[in-house]
């Protein structure tokens, strides 16, 4: 496969104002994907967006490209990325395109694409946009031109989906729940889910300003809403982050539940129903409790790349239907296309109604292994781990944690980093370990 030039593992991310992420390559790269897109047949996509201020400035700059490209857009204003996958879908739009970066801070922004089954784009079909992308830009005849229009209904429709996927029979009217949206895309509609499922819903997070999504709140910082679930005596809380694809949860005593856990609750109840399918894909960087407690039960696992759309491609590939990234992607092909925070939460309540079990006890048949993770920034086109030093460096810990844990290198597919994990059965040693071969990633960067 061609390598990416302008994709990572989750469309094409960076910096506002710093090349890719400026006014005129977006405006080319609507242009680029209409044109691509248009040459299959696709006659409307639809646009949404996170609550980043630069937000409107790349609307703005897609509606103009997909236009030239004689693509008609609708646009969702802001709304979650599996919300804008669920209504590519409902639409019979031919593309869905999400201006966000996720869990990144405001000053970053991104654009990521959906097919129209509501899933990510095929790599052949970006690397088909990248090479348009290379071409200079035209426009169609004046007649030709897409036209826009705005959605108004998007949040209702997408509020009713959410609220379907939770089981009829059952209510949330004897919860407490503390809902953080990360002051983010979920903030009209994650709080609406919960409360008109019957639960008391105490939120926070929801008072986007444009600047201020994913700041010390969200699925990324979990601190508030730890705090908050303990100072209100809730049952649990759900941590969402900027773009509402990734779920952490609290349980009443305030630890944090993650995406392994979340995962490990939903395949518990699944594998009691006898409605689950096949197994559970993880990652490498899922935490080898998850393994072992699956296979304990009799579930198989298997681990993708970092990236939720390998854990999707992995999840086709076996026929399965449960996956997840312990960041909190968590994916149910019984339910959604994608990765989606506020699904995969009504799947963990749904095992807290059915049992009649909180979500402390419901963790408790899965125990961690410490794990460790170290991000090392880096500048350039070097390759930190491709250095003598830190191949020794990681060969030295391997063979000290020999059957016992395991190391793991990668680069981020978003930011300039090295994540160097450490896992094994006990936490000060990982971490000595992880700090060690971070030193070393930082002597070679």
Not at 193 to 215: K, M, Q, W, Y
Not at 297 to 316: C, I, N, Q, T, W
Request: aromatic fraction near 6%; charged fraction near 20%.
């Amino acid at each position: 496969m061609s390598e990416r030039k302008y994709f990572g593992t989750d469309g094409v991310r960076g910096l506002v104002g710093k090349y890719p992420i400026t006014p005129d390559f977006v405006m080319k790269l609507g242009y680029a994907a209409g044109k691509v897109l248009a040459a299959q047949g696709t006659k409307k996509v639809l646009i949404g967006k996170d609550t980043r201020i630069s937000g409107y400035m790349l609307e703005s700059a897609l509606e103009a490209g997909f236009s030239a490209a004689g693509v008609d857009i609708g646009l969702l204003g802001p709304m979650p990325t599996p919300g804008i996958a669920y209504l590519t879908k409902t639409f019979r739009a031919e593309a869905g395109i999400v201006i966000s970066a996720s869990h990144n801070p405001y000053y970053d922004n991104g654009i990521k694409f959906f097919s129209q089954d509501g899933q990510k784009l095929p790599d052949e079909v970006e690397l088909a946009i990248e090479a348009e992308l290379d071409k200079p830009m035209g426009c169609v005849e004046s007649a030709n031109l897409g036209k826009a229009t705005r959605i108004d209904d998007a949040a209702g429709r997408y509020i009713e989906f959410c609220k379907s996927n939770f089981p009829s029979n059952l209510s949330l009217k004897d919860l407490k729940i503390v809902v953080d949206c990360a002051h983010g895309a979920t903030y009209h509609i994650a709080p609406n889910v919960f409360r008109e499922l019957g639960a008391e819903v105490i939120v926070i997070g929801a008072s986007p300003n444009g600047t201020n999504i994913n700041d010390g709140v969200g699925a990324t910082s979990m601190q508030a809403i730890s705090e908050a679930v303990v100072e209100h005596k809730a049952d649990l809380g759900i941590a969402l982050d900027g773009d509402g694809d990734r779920l952490m949860m609290v349980d009443h005593t305030g630890y944090v539940v993650d995406g392994d856990e979340s995962v490990f609750v939903i395949a518990s109840n699944d594998l009691k129903s006898g409605t689950i399918r096949g197994g559970v894909v993880g990652t490498q960087m899922s935490n080898m409790g998850l393994e072992l407690a699956l296979a304990d039960m009799g579930v198989p696992f298997a681990r993708s790349k970092v990236g939720d759309r390998y854990v999707m491609e992995m999840l086709k590939e076996n026929g399965w239907q449960l996956g997840a990234e312990n960041s909190g992607h968590v994916i149910n092909l019984k339910h959604t296309s994608t990765g989606d925070g506020i699904i995969a939460a009504l799947n963990v309540l749904t095992a807290v109604c059915q049992t009649g079990k909180s979500l402390f006890d419901l963790r408790q048949g899965m125990t961690k292994l410490p794990q460790v993770l170290v991000n090392v920034r880096f500048e350039g086109d070097n390759d930190p781990i491709k250095s003598d030093t830190v191949i020794g460096a990681v060969h030295l810990v391997n063979e000290k944690l020999t059957g016992r844990g395991r190391v793991l290198l990668r680069k981020s597919g978003t930011e300039p980093l090295i994540r160097v994990m450490v896992e094994g059965p006990e936490l000060e040693e990982v971490t000595s370990y992880a700090n060690e071969i971070a030193e070393a990633v930082k002597k070679a960067c």
